[in-house]
């Protein structure tokens, strides 16, 4: 199903690898570049990114809860704390995940489509939820910057300034982030888990650290 | 590019993997001018320049000076040198950080180093070092349970040490959050060793680590640092008790040898041969006129291995004495075993009741006694004016020896009681230093 187009911009040849991806980025020239219809609409540009130092990049593969996946994009944020990824992962059922790795902690999340969910206002680190009969508690909220895009995703992003992140725990172990970046709040659920517990692939190497 | 002439599609970057250090970048400082290396661009948030302890923003292209000099550089040196690499935990990890902070406990100041460990692909670890006692920290990736005075996490119930206020004293290297000298933080250490949960809060937040005892040599030898670790001094909150085992599983082997030595000890009563060879009453009536009330009783056999002989004596003995002389005498070689026992029984009352003293029966063992033909020589002398006093002698071959049982009892009570002392000295001392001290002493009156 993979699909050629040629950038708006540059007239680099730009593939869509998946079928559910909405967006990509021109691997040329950095165009942010959106399917709506059988045409690419380039709707803004990527500045340059920050120095990466994550080994995950575009065309990892790994394995999470019996499913492979592969890394198709990302989104950058910046705040106090540094900079960190939203890697989009493409499951072998055909689903999106999302793998973040902030602090060299790798979380992996998928969407849940809960309504309603809290304000962002009412939101505080200690507050409990209960989603899907597991507890979580808000442990970190974080203020972040969009920062940038890269490769595909599956809905349109670009254009954003601030992100509000709320980061929650559950004692049995779980993990759930409240994203405020859109009008409407998102919930993601997943786990923190050990790099090694991924088995990825393909990763960056580093020199001195095979 | 020209957008009327069609371009060849330019090669789109290939996705194999990229290769390359991760970036590193070497800055001035803006307070002293030194050159600062940044060794892992991107992750790094604050670095401190080398020489004059400034701390500069990471992240930023001009990389501003966020908090001035400190007084403490090249006083206070890492044990584990900055960029030093080593295999810890099977992974190799790069010391990349260092700081000091400290608590102030009844105006005494504790203060301990942390240093912080990177991989590009594992991430960030710490370890600890306070007089000696090391740890290894990782971030706790659950939420542990509060429930009273502990936390639970992963099933393991860990009990509340201290809450503290850590400052920071002094900062060295890379740190993957923002980092200042006097930067305050709520810290409660729950411990169950070798494990201590910490927690910490800075403006609302809340993190968890998880901390485990290791040894400082192993720390020297995954970092090739030179000489021997320094040995450390005191109990620390989360090291293991030297018996190793729990007191509770040294009381378990207890029970379990006391029941196996039961089991012999029944089964050797059950397989005994008492055999009884005199059974025979009695009466003792005052001194014989002749001055000797002895006398023997017929010759009789003990057979089998050699073991032990039971003399029993049963009286109606009331508010009276009889001393009884016994000789077990071999009828063949004369080989005699001489035995005296005293039997008395009283009783009464009086302005607290029944009282009564004494028992009107007694048991002697004659150990090691070898098979052969015997005779039982006595003598009895009394107390005989209140009545004549009846007894019975029996004479039993292979009696079990239960007071050997107490005391094969008695030996194995030793060891438990030893290590239990030992463990409890040495939670004294764990806990002397927490909030819950296990013996109270005057300064913690206030508590």
């Given at each position: 199903m993979r699909r050629s187009f040629f950038c708006p911009s540059c007239g680099a040849r730009v593939e869509f690898m998946w079928s559910s991806s909405v967006q990509t980025t021109c691997e040329y020239c950095h165009s942010i570049l959106v399917r709506r219809d059988v045409d690419l609409t380039l709707v803004g540009k990527v500045s340059d990114l920050p120095p990466d130092v994550s080994p995950i990049q575009i065309g990892t593969e790994g394995r999470i809860k019996n499913q492979n996946f592969t890394v198709a994009g990302r989104i950058i944020y910046e705040y106090d704390g540094g900079a960190w990824n939203e890697w989009h992962l493409i499951l072998s059922d055909g689903n999106s995940a999302w793998l973040s790795d902030a602090q060299a902690q790798y979380a992996v999340t998928v969407e849940r489509a809960i309504t309603p969910l809290p304000d962002q206002a009412e939101v505080y680190p200690g507050k409990r939820y209960k989603w899907d009969s597991v507890i979580y508690e808000a442990t970190a909220i974080t203020h972040a910057n969009y920062r940038g895009v890269q490769g595909e995703l599956p809905f349109e992003y670009w254009d954003k300034e601030r992100a509000t992140f709320v980061d929650l725990r559950a004692p049995s172990g779980g993990f759930a982030t409240l994203d405020y970046s859109d009008e409407v709040p998102k919930l993601y659920v997943g786990d923190i888990l050990d790099f090694d517990l991924l088995q990825m692939t393909n990763l960056r190497t580093f020199e001195g650290w095979s | 590019m020209s957008a009327s002439i069609p371009p060849l599609p330019p090669q789109a970057p290939a996705r194999t993997p990229q290769t390359g250090a991760p970036p590193v970048r070497t800055v001035f400082c803006q307070n002293c001018g030194g050159s600062v290396k940044i060794n892992f661009v991107g992750r790094t948030v604050n670095v401190v320049c080398g020489s004059c302890g400034s701390i500069l923003d990471a992240a930023d292209p001009n990389v501003r000076v966020l908090q001035g000099a400190q007084d403490a550089i090249g006083k206070d040196t890492p044990v584990?040198?900055?960029?030093t690499r080593g295999k810890w935990r099977g992974q190799l990890y790069e010391a990349i950080g260092y700081q000091k902070r400290s608590i102030t406990v009844e105006g005494q100041i504790y203060s301990w180093a942390e240093y912080v460990l990177f991989n590009p692909y594992r991430g960030y670890r710490y370890l600890t070092e306070y007089d000696g006692h090391w740890n290894d920290a990782t971030p706790v990736t659950g939420l542990p349970e509060l429930l009273g005075t502990r936390a639970v996490y992963l099933g393991r119930s860990h009990k509340h040490f201290q809450t503290a206020t850590a400052v920071t004293r002094f900062v060295l290297g890379e740190f993957p959050w923002q980092v200042r000298v006097g930067d305050r933080a709520g810290v409660k250490d729950y411990v169950s060793p070798p494990y201590v949960l910490s927690q910490e809060s800075v403006e609302g937040e809340i993190t968890w680590t998880l901390g485990e005892y290791v040894l400082g040599s192993d720390v020297w030898r995954a970092f090739n640092l030179p000489g021997k670790a320094p040995a450390p001094v005191g109990v620390y909150l989360n090291q293991p008790s030297p018996s190793g085992a729990s007191w509770k599983e040294v009381w378990l082997a207890f029970v379990m040898l006391v029941m196996a030595v039961g089991i012999v000890f029944f089964l050797d009563e059950a397989l005994a041969g008492k055999d009884k060879v005199v059974d025979t009453t009695y009466r003792y009536t005052g001194p014989a006129a002749s001055g000797d009330s002895s006398f023997v009783t017929p010759v009789f056999e003990l057979k089998g291995r050699t073991s032990d002989v039971e003399i029993r004596t049963e009286t109606d003995a009331s508010n009276q004495w009889i001393f009884l002389n016994y000789a077990l005498i071999n009828n063949d070689t004369g080989q005699a075993y001489d035995l005296g026992r005293e039997v008395s029984y009283y009783s009464g009352y009086d302005s607290d009741g029944s009282w009564s003293e004494g028992s009107k029966n007694d048991s002697a063992l004659v150990p090691s006694v070898p098979s052969g033909r015997y005779y039982l020589r006595v003598e009895p002398e009394g107390d005989a004016s209140l009545g004549p006093i009846r007894y019975t002698v029996i004479v039993s071959r292979d009696v079990p020896p239960w007071s050997l049982f107490l005391a094969a009892f008695g030996l194995l009570l030793v060891p438990p009681i030893l290590m239990s002392w030992r463990t409890f000295s040495f939670e004294r001392r764990r806990w002397a230093e927490s909030d819950h001290p296990m013996v109270k002493t005057s300064s913690d009156d206030d508590d």
């Open positions: - | 584990i040198p900055l960029g």
